[in-house]
């Protein structure tokens, strides 16, 4: 036998040392979220009662004289603003995707999927001044359609991305069975390999989701924001709505107390919302595949 | 063994049964009547020399010419055919101007050893290289004398003629075995349930399923047996009624029973379809097909009754294959 040159005393004194440096950095990668949820929840615990889910914000001047303040006028708006995004997002994201994956033999696929990375990594703020341009100047007004298009375009890079990687995971010689039995390679695609990859299609726009519904910036000047609940539902698409991103950001820089305790309780119910997103995305995955 | 019996009383099958099982004994190293006794490398490198291959070409033209004249004396006629066919992958020469007639209510084996580009030329015969985007295929791939390469013509309307059977099943994994047969049918919008519920009967008594999964055509097709999924997929093929029916190692993944059953299916349906299998298994080649094909290196180097081919062959690299000398 070769001896090594260090005793064993050694190099498990190594091992051991690797080991806690993992260890360490494991708690540093989650460090950050913890204390996050931690710190947000205890400064907006207090903020948080019946009252939040019911009432709109209104005038600083209502929190300040201790009437019942609360952001349903944000949530509600979050919910419109973010399934109308998801609305636009599935059917051109799930086309690309398709694209990236079904047709690697065209010609559009390499530049398409140039187009969908830079996309993917475009500053969100950027999306929003698109939206903008699109939709909030040939309307005249700021609106939740205008948010919805805006989120969009977040969405659809990451649901081109997770499709084309749900539809890769299903094996090749299920496409090719399909056209052996004469099917048009559109047939083939939508009934035989989209439903085998249905899971990972889901958590696909899950995923999307959640991401979309924590972004301010392309809201800030599309779905703008609006301390009151419109009159009518019809309001939250053509008009100013709030969003709890954006929302957030507003009660944040504003200079009243109240509204900063309120900032926090926005803060919690994100981010539950957007957990809760992962998780059941997470739970997805986990099941059976085929 | 119902199939090797069947094989045992035939005289001439039951030698080059023999010969077959022989040569994968290893124990053997037949008399080469070549007179070429080095070894199993020197005899191909000889073969492969420039002027080897030349003749080899030139005697492709009058071989194909023969058997046609053999063939229509026998009132065979062809169904397909591969005239200059060549295929590569990028810069991969995979299948070597092959010219090749087919004949109808035949069963056809292309045997040789891995990456002679058997897969290849089966693939090619439905156009399944068309989501390959580096194959390049040049030459003619006739069927009934029209040419299936043709920018006119829909490869759905041919693979509609010419089905196909993988070397793995490949059963659709959302559907019921009910729905994994009429699949062909029902999803070009055929809804006559009458109709699927016969073809479906039809297709899976054909493909020797029927009596085992009568009472649960309704559970998934990923539920069965590896035996009976490739069964299913044969079934799966059959129900669109092609006309020809491609087979890639059909056997490949199952069990000596499940073989068996599928070979003995093979003969069963050569009456109504004609059949090209690839297969590596010698014994299968030669329980099941009527003509043999011999490829090496993207060539074809032998074709013939399959009796002829495995008690005669007339090319040494054929001889050396079968005697299991390479492979």
């Known amino acids: ?290 | 063994m119902e199939v090797m019996t069947k094989i045992q009383s035939h005289p001439t099958k039951n030698n080059l049964f023999n010969k077959v099982r022989k040569a994968f004994s290893n124990e053997n190293n037949p008399p080469n009547s070549h007179g070429n006794n080095n070894g199993p490398q020197k005899p191909m490198a000889d073969n492969n020399g420039p002027g080897r291959i030349k003749t080899g070409m030139q005697s492709a033209g009058n071989r194909e010419k023969n058997m046609e004249k053999a063939a229509k004396k026998e009132g065979k006629e062809v169904r397909m055919e591969t005239k200059n066919l060549n295929i590569r992958y990028g810069t991969t020469v995979a299948v070597d101007n092959v010219s090749l007639p087919i004949y109808n209510h035949m069963v056809t084996a292309l045997i040789g050893p891995s990456g002679c580009g058997k897969t290849t030329f089966l693939r090619a015969l439905n156009r399944m290289h068309d989501l390959t985007r580096d194959a390049v295929i040049s030459g003619e791939v006739l069927l009934d004398g029209k040419n299936i390469y043709d920018p006119r013509v829909n490869p759905v309307t041919i693979r509609r003629k010419i089905g196909m059977v993988f070397q793995k099943p490949t059963p659709f994994p959302t559907m019921s075995i009910y729905d994994n047969v009429v699949a062909g049918l029902k999803l070009v919008g055929i809804k006559n349930r009458k109709l699927l519920d016969e073809v479906c009967e039809k297709a899976l008594k054909q493909a020797a399923l029927f009596e085992e999964v009568k009472d649960r055509l309704k559970s998934p097709g990923g539920s069965l047996s590896g035996g009976q999924q490739q069964r299913l997929s044969i079934a799966r093929a059959l129900a669109i009624e092609p006309e020809v029916i491609l087979m890639d190692e059909p056997t490949s993944s199952l069990d000596p029973k499940s073989t068996a059953k599928i070979e003995d299916l093979i003969v069963e349906l050569r009456k109504n379809y004609s059949i090209i299998i690839v297969t590596h298994n010698l014994a299968q080649a030669t329980r099941v097909s009527d003509y043999s094909i011999f490829m090496y290196l993207g060539q074809l180097i032998e074709y013939g009754k399959t009796h002829k081919l495995f008690n005669n062959p007339k090319d040494t690299r054929t001889e050396n294959y079968i005697s299991g000398k390479f492979g």
């Open chain 1, 1 to 290: 036998m070769i001896k090594p040159v260090k005793s064993l005393k050694q190099r498990n004194l190594r091992d051991r040392v690797m080991e806690s440096l993992l260890v360490f950095s494991t708690i540093l990668v989650m460090a950050p979220l913890l204390i996050i949820i931690g710190y947000v929840v205890v400064q907006g615990a207090s903020a948080i009662n019946a009252d939040f889910f019911i009432h709109e914000l209104g005038s600083p001047a209502r929190a300040m004289q201790g009437r019942p303040t609360g952001l349903v006028h944000s949530i509600l708006g979050t919910a419109v603003v973010d399934f109308l995004a998801l609305i636009i997002a599935i059917p051109v994201g799930l086309g690309a995707g398709v694209m990236l994956s079904e047709y690697p033999d065209h010609k559009l696929n390499p530049m398409l999927r140039i187009i969908n990375d830079t996309l993917n990594g475009m500053p969100a703020i950027l999306k929003g001044l698109l939206a903008f341009a699109l939709i909030v100047k040939p309307m005249g007004t700021f609106s939740g359609l205008a948010g919805g298009v805006a989120l969009a375009f977040v969405m659809i890079p990451i649901i081109a991305r997770s499709t084309e990687s749900a539809l890769m995971s299903i094996p090749w010689t299920i496409r090719e069975a399909g056209l052996a039995i004469g099917l048009p390679r559109w047939r083939v695609v939508l009934s035989t390999v989209m439903p085998a990859a249905k899971t990972g299609l889901v958590t696909g726009f899950l995923i999307a989701f959640a991401r979309a519904a924590g972004e301010a910036a392309p809201l800030l000047f599309t779905s703008f924001g609006n301390n009151y609940l419109p009159n009518h539902w019809t309001g939250m698409i053509m008009g100013p709505v709030d969003t709890l991103p954006q929302r957030l950001y507003s009660l944040a820089i504003s200079p009243y107390k109240e509204w900063h305790a309120m900032g926090w309780a926005a803060g919690i119910v994100l981010l539950a919302f957007v957990i809760t997103l992962f998780i059941t995305a997470r739970m997805l995955t986990k099941e059976k595949k085929y």
